[in-house]
């Protein structure tokens, strides 16, 4: 066997110790980095926890030096990024903001919250079907975060799908049992549909678990009102409307006015009302729900000044000319009452009431003929009409 040339082994050798030493070199170079990597990783999450607590005591010029310096060392934290977005939102730099979520939904397309922020940028600029696309994605990855569901009825709401928003609410209530942000859009949803009974039970059940919140308390007063349940939403409102930032609510006095006409207490009903048209002077509506409690107590004098302003304000409101009519009326006044409801019922042309109040106005002037013209015309829009039926049969056309 022929040995190996003793310059062949040590070239081999070299060879070989050189590529050792490189490979040694190489490793520890990418330990190095690696450990470089994972100190800036470090650091970079101490300097998130201060920018996050500079973000909650609202110093957002801090928090910005404080994420742009940690972000500098950890450009792939998805927490950086996603607290870098929310400062974005705060000073209006969506477009920013945007570019920060999109970097944080790419490393983490788990986290919800990327989705909601995505959410709420859409929703700022006002396309109502992509906000609403990904506070889905936030609310499927996070099904309990309240806030993320929330936002979704908001933009069904949004997009004119007060059912599907109703719906969706519905399926999680039981889940968020102990919810009363839940409860109270239910009810308000169920209001607007005019389930009134079911909204009040619903709104009761989150007064229930947030008893000091008032905004809860007022819709709840309200759906009382709109329910018919008038005793209830007068204790109510009586209460909402001793409080500081609702005793100035010339809607809330309206609505207590109207309860307790419907309760038979008239003279607190005009007091009510006088308050409502002093928060409101340039309300139609006030004027004439004061003249109506006026006119319950024979008050004329205010009777007539109420509805002089209504129709001043509103002179289309049909309501107020056929109330005019009605308070000629009791003064015996026909000359004047005719007038009035013949202007009611030009400017309400289906109102049956009108046609009829005219009619008999003219036969209380001793024109018969005429008045059953207005009876006829009021049973033709509505054949078995209470009122114009009875006038009708009441006609003596003999005399």
């Known amino acids: 066997m022929r040995s190996v040339p003793f310059r062949f082994v040590t070239v081999a050798f070299v060879l070989a110790s050189l590529a050792s030493v490189a490979g040694c070199g190489s490793m520890k170079n990418e330990q190095k980095i690696k450990a470089k990597q994972e100190w800036n990783s470090a650091r970079a999450n101490v300097l998130y926890s201060l920018a996050k607590d500079q973000y909650a005591t609202g110093n957002f010029d801090k928090s910005r030096q404080t994420v742009d310096e940690a972000l500098g060392m950890d450009p792939q934290n998805v927490g950086l990024r996603i607290l870098s977005a929310k400062l974005n939102i705060e000073q209006g730099r969506l477009e920013n903001a945007e570019g920060d979520l999109k970097l944080a939904r790419a490393t983490a397309p788990k986290n919800a919250e990327a989705d909601y922020l995505t959410g709420v940028i859409?929703?700022?600029?006002?396309?109502?079907?992509?906000?609403?696309?990904?506070?889905?994605?936030?609310?499927?990855?996070?099904?309990?975060?309240?806030?993320?569901?929330?936002?979704?009825?908001?933009?069904?709401?949004?997009?004119?799908?007060?059912?599907?928003?109703?719906?969706?609410?519905?399926?999680?209530?039981?889940?968020?049992?102990?919810?009363?942000?839940?409860?109270?859009?239910?009810?308000?949803?169920?209001?607007?549909?005019?389930?009134?009974?079911?909204?009040?039970?619903?709104?009761?059940?989150?007064?229930?678990?947030?008893?000091?919140?008032?905004?809860?308390?007022?819709?709840?007063?309200?759906?009382?009102?709109?329910?018919?349940?008038?005793?209830?939403?007068?204790?109510?409102?009586?209460?909402?409307?001793?409080?500081?930032?609702?005793?100035?609510?010339?809607?809330?006095?309206?609505?207590?006015?109207?309860?307790?006409?419907?309760?038979?207490?008239?003279?607190?009903?005009?007091?009510?009302?006088?308050?409502?048209?002093?928060?409101?002077?340039?309300?139609?509506?006030?004027?004439?729900?004061?003249?109506?409690?006026?006119?319950?107590?024979?008050?004329?004098?205010?009777?007539?000044?109420?509805?002089?302003?209504?129709?001043?304000?509103?002179?289309?409101?049909?309501?107020?000319?056929?109330?005019?009519?009605?308070?000629?009326?009791?003064?015996?006044?026909?000359?004047?009452?005719?007038?009035?409801?013949?202007?009611?019922?030009?400017l309400d042309q289906n109102d049956t009431v009108s046609l009829c109040m005219v009619g008999y106005a003219l036969e209380r002037m001793g024109k018969p003929e005429q008045a059953v013209q207005y009876y006829s015309k009021a049973l033709r829009l509505k054949p078995n009409d209470e009122m114009a039926t009875k006038f009708m049969a009441s006609v003596n056309l003999a005399e």
């Open 122 to 346: 859409y929703q700022r600029w006002q396309k109502p079907q992509a906000a609403f696309d990904y506070y889905r994605a936030a609310s499927e990855k996070a099904p309990s975060e309240l806030a993320y569901v929330m936002a979704r009825a908001e933009m069904l709401v949004a997009m004119d799908q007060q059912q599907q928003a109703l719906v969706l609410l519905q399926e999680k209530v039981t889940y968020f049992e102990h919810s009363a942000v839940i409860r109270d859009a239910v009810g308000q949803l169920l209001v607007q549909q005019k389930k009134y009974k079911e909204g009040v039970d619903m709104l009761r059940q989150a007064s229930i678990l947030a008893t000091d919140d008032m905004s809860i308390r007022e819709h709840l007063a309200l759906a009382m009102f709109y329910a018919g349940q008038y005793r209830e939403a007068s204790d109510a409102l009586t209460r909402l409307t001793k409080k500081d930032g609702y005793d100035d609510r010339a809607d809330l006095f309206a609505a207590l006015g109207e309860c307790q006409l419907n309760l038979g207490q008239y003279r607190d009903a005009r007091s009510t009302f006088e308050t409502a048209t002093q928060l409101s002077p340039s309300s139609a509506g006030m004027w004439l729900s004061h003249a109506k409690a006026a006119m319950q107590l024979n008050d004329i004098k205010r009777a007539d000044v109420s509805l002089k302003k209504a129709i001043a304000l509103a002179p289309e409101n049909s309501e107020a000319h056929l109330l005019m009519g009605y308070m000629r009326l009791r003064q015996n006044d026909l000359a004047a009452a005719l007038p009035a409801f013949k202007k009611a019922a030009a």
